[in-house]
C-alpha cells in the first residue's frame, strides 16, 4: 500500500496570507489527524476528522480549519497567517482495530511565514 | 487529566551499549501508550504500541518497552545502540474509542550516538 501522502512538501508565505495543505491518507483508512511540530512547543494536536465529520479539535485558535473529503483525502487552512504559524504539519492516517489505533504519520509539510 | 512525561531532553549513548529512554504517563483511564521515533527531516514512525495485552511490548529495530501500571511508567529500551538509532522519540499516551481520541505527545527525547 502506498503510505500517507502530503503536499506540497515545503511552503513559503507571508503574514497576513492564507495557505491551504492537502492530506492523502493509505487506502481504507477513513480517519486523519493533524498537528504542528514546532521546536518550543513540540508536537500539539489540531483536529482529527473521520468520514468527513471533525471529531476532535485541539487547542488552536479559528484560523486553523480543515475538513475531509468523501475520499478521506484531508485538507488543512490557515488564514491570516502570523510568524508563529512557521512549522512543519504532520498528518496521520488512521487505522481503528481491536479497540484501539495506530497512525501512520506522513512526512509533513514545512511551512516557512515571513 | 491525562500527560505524559519524558524524563530525559537529551540521552547520549555510545555505539553498542544500552538505551533506556523514560516516559511517565497519568490517565483517567485504560490508556494506549505508544513509541514514535522521528529521524531529522522526516515524518514519525511507529515504533511500538501497548494497548492493554502484553506488559512487555516488542517493536521494530530491536526495541522494546515495558508497560508498569505501578510506577505508571512506558519506559523504552534498547540493548545495543546503533548510530542509526540517533533520532527524536516521543512517547505518546490516549485514551481513544472509535467516536472520539485523546491524544497527548510527549515533549521528546532526543537520542544521540557516540561512535
Known amino acids: 500500500k502506498a503510505g500517507v501522502t502530503q503536499t506540497p512538501r515545503y511552503l513559503i508565505k507571508t503574514r497576513g496570507q492564507q495557505v491551504t495543505l492537502s492530506c492523502s491518507p493509505i487506502?481504507?483508512?477513513?480517519?486523519v489527524s493533524w498537528y504542528q511540530q514546532t521546536p518550543g512547543q513540540g508536537l500539539q494536536f489540531l483536529f482529527e476528522?473521520?468520514?468527513?465529520?471533525?471529531?476532535n479539535k485541539g487547542n488552536f485558535p479559528g484560523r486553523f480549519s480543515g475538513r475531509q473529503f468523501s475520499n478521506s483525502r484531508s485538507e488543512m487552512n490557515v488564514s491570516t497567517l502570523e510568524l508563529g504559524d512557521s512549522a512543519l504539519y504532520l498528518c496521520?492516517?488512521?487505522?481503528?482495530?481491536?479497540?484501539?489505533?495506530?497512525?501512520?504519520f506522513g512526512p509533513g509539510t514545512r511551512l516557512t511565514v515571513t | 487529566a491525562q500527560s505524559v512525561t519524558q524524563l530525559d531532553s537529551h540521552v547520549s549513548v555510545s555505539e553498542g551499549t544500552p538505551v533506556l529512554l523514560r516516559c511517565n504517563y497519568s490517565?483517567?483511564?485504560?490508556?494506549?501508550l505508544f513509541w514514535y521515533v522521528q529521524h531529522p527531516n522526516k515524518g514519525l514512525q511507529l515504533l511500538l504500541k501497548?494497548?492493554?495485552?502484553?506488559?512487555l511490548v516488542k517493536g521494530i529495530n530491536g526495541f522494546e518497552a515495558e508497560f508498569k501500571k505501578s510506577e505508571t511508567s512506558f519506559h523504552l529500551t534498547k540493548p545495543s545502540a546503533h548510530m542509526s538509532d540517533a533520532a527524536e522519540y516521543f512517547c505518546v499516551v490516549s485514551e481513544a474509542t472509535s467516536s472520539a481520541s485523546k491524544i497527548i505527545f510527549g515533549s521528546g527525547t532526543r537520542l544521540s550516538i557516540r561512535p
Open positions: 476528522y473521520f468520514s468527513e465529520t471533525q471529531r
Open positions: 490517565s483517567s483511564y485504560s490508556p494506549s
Open positions: 487506502s481504507g483508512h477513513r480517519s
Open positions: 501497548y494497548t492493554s495485552a502484553a506488559t
Open positions: 496521520a492516517s488512521v487505522l481503528w482495530a481491536d479497540h484501539s489505533y495506530e497512525q501512520y
